[in-house]
């Protein structure tokens, strides 16, 4: 499948970004580029606007991430500029990851739906995905010490997923 | 290049009829079969024609492994055993080794139901119907459903019993 690749290869420039095989980072923004030009990518989308605003945001980031790239060759390595570079390479990485999400969100097909016993069928169900927000406090308002830094509250999101796991989901929702 | 995969393909059958009997001894075995009962008819030459195919489906990607790109005697490498065919999967993100992709955002991309079993069918369903409407406009009512998917790869005896009848 055409997302599937192209994830593979947005995330791959994450990854040889981080360990600084720039070329190879490269590369897969060509492939990514490439993929994006491929008719075939929004034909699973169940809203082609959505996909197609999608994939424009991907595309729009290809020559950001580019030039960064090609900034953080051109400085010496473990310079000021190279970590400027990189981190402006990250940011745009992190814009494509989040355009490809909304991607393959729009890919589940529209009545989809895991089937469940009908012996189970009494249970909670989680159909789709769920998103719990919690909020840590200490006693007395006492701060959280992270490397020196104080923070009063201390914030967690899990994302629960029901496609995977319908019933054993619902279950620990119902436990939060 | 030609030349070279016809010989492949040529190879392949040859080989696979090794492991199938012969036809003289299908056509012969089938005959006995139709004579001893008719429940048996099913067993006919499609059956012989599945298993042929089978058996050299199962040969060619037996042939087409990895281990099997390696040039010369595997044993003489010793720990260089297996070749850059496979280098590539070594460098990939796994849930092993130095590489596991610890990147939440990306599992739960993965962890969509994009291509899932059922969103797999119902593709191939779907594909077929446009493919049958295409090509024979005529014939409405020939529908492939999910069971006919699963009972594609049974055996013709064991379809009964798959069936639930």
Known sequence: MQARKLQKEIEDIEQNVSVKRKSAALDHVKNAKRMLGDSNLIKPCRDAKVCAAAVADIQSEIEPISAAIKDSMDAFNGSDQERAAIDKAYASQKKMAKALTVLEE???????????????????????RATVEMVFKKPNDEPFDINGRNYKEAKMTMIIDGYTGKLSQARSLFLC | MKFASALFCLTIIASSTAFVPSTATAARKSVQLWASSSDKNDESWQYHVSKILATGFMT????????????????????????????????????????????????LRYGLPIQSKEVRIERVESAFKCFMRHFFPFTPFLVVTETHLFLFNIPIAGKKTAKGN
């Open chain 1, 106 to 128: 729009q890919m589940i097909p529209a009545n989809y739906e895991v089937k469940v016993p009908d012996e189970y069928s009494d249970l909670p169900q989680l159909k789709k």
């Open chain 2, 60 to 107: 060619a990607s037996l042939w087409a492994a990895p281990a099997m790109l390696q040039n010369g005697p595997m044993i003489e490498h010793g720990p260089q055993f297996f070749p850059a065919a496979v280098a590539n999967a070594k460098q990939m993100a796994s849930a092993s080794g130095s590489r596991v992709n610890k990147d939440p955002e990306s599992l």
